[in-house]
C-alpha cells in the first residue's frame, strides 16, 4: 500500500510551520493543552543535541579511552557510533525544516537521516539507503557546514513520515540556527522541553574577562540560554543544550564548549536503545 501521508505532511507543513512558536507558548498558559500536546505530539521522546565537534575541548583524562587508540574521539562520534551499530540508515534528499522557513543560509537539500524498520515506509523518492561509510562521511560534511546534530527518538518524525512505532524510527537532525523545529524549546512548556537535552559529559563555560557584550552569542542562541547583563553575557545553565554555536560565534573566544570522551560510548549505547533496530 502507498504510504501517502508523508506526501500530504510535505505539501501541508510548509504552510503551518511557523506556527510553531504560537503552539509552544499555548503549552505554557494552558496546562491541559500541553498535557495533551506532550501525549500526541511527544510521547516517549529523548532528544540529545550534539556539540559541534569544531569548538569543542576534550577534558584531559588520566584513563585510556577503549578502542579510541591513536584518534581523538570527538562529539560527532557519538552519532557516528550509533550508525555503526545501525543497518536501514535512510538520507532524507530535503530537510522539511529548512524547507518549509526557506532558508537562505544553509541548502535545504541536506536533510536528516533516519535509522530503523520505520526507514522503509518513508517514500524511495525522498531520499536513499547509505551504507555506514556512506553515513559517516555525510555527518563529516554536515560537521564542515556548522550543522548541528540532534539525535534520538522523536515521535513527531513517525508521525509526518507515517512510519509506525515510533520505537521503530531514530532521527539524526542535522540542524541550522534559524530554521530549527526545535527553536520552539525557548516557548515550549518544561515538562516537553525536558525530552530534549544537553550531551552526557558536555559543558560550557563564559571567561567574563574576555567578554565585551557584543550580543552574537545572544543573537544565535535558539534556547534564549545567553542574556546580556550589563556589559557581559550570562549563560542560563538550565536553558543551555551545549551546541556550541555562541562558542563558535564569539570574536573574542570568551566562551568554552568542554566534553567528557569517556561518556561518548555511554551515550551511544543509551541511544541504542531507544529504537528497535
Known sequence: MVNVIPRLSVAFLPKVFNTRYRLARMTNRYDRFGRVIRKMLFDGDDMIVVPQSGVAK????????????????????VVKGVIDNSRDIFLMNFCLCRKSNHCKDYP?????????????????????????????VFIDECDQ????????????????????????LLTICNCCPCCCLWNMVRDINKDISAVYTRMEGASISMDADRCIGCGQCRDICFAKAVTIEGSKAVIDQDKCRVCGRCANICPKDAIEVTYDPSCVESEVQRILKLVNM
Open 145 to 168: 557546514m556548522g550543522l548541528v546534530h540532534i539525535i534520538g527518538r522523536n515521535k513527531l518524525d513517525s508521525i509526518w513520515l507515517h512510519t509506525g512505532d515510533h520505537h521503530d
Open 58 to 77: 576534550r577534558i584531559d583524562l588520566d584513563i585510556e579511552i577503549e578502542d579510541a587508540g591513536q584518534r581523538n574521539v570527538v562529539p560527532s562520534d
Open 108 to 136: 535545504a537539500d541536506v536533510g536528516c537521516i533516519f535509522i530503523g524498520k520505520g526507514t522503509h515506509r518513508i517514500p524511495p523518492e525522498y531520499g536513499r539507503f547509505l551504507t555506514k561509510e556512506e553515513a559517516n
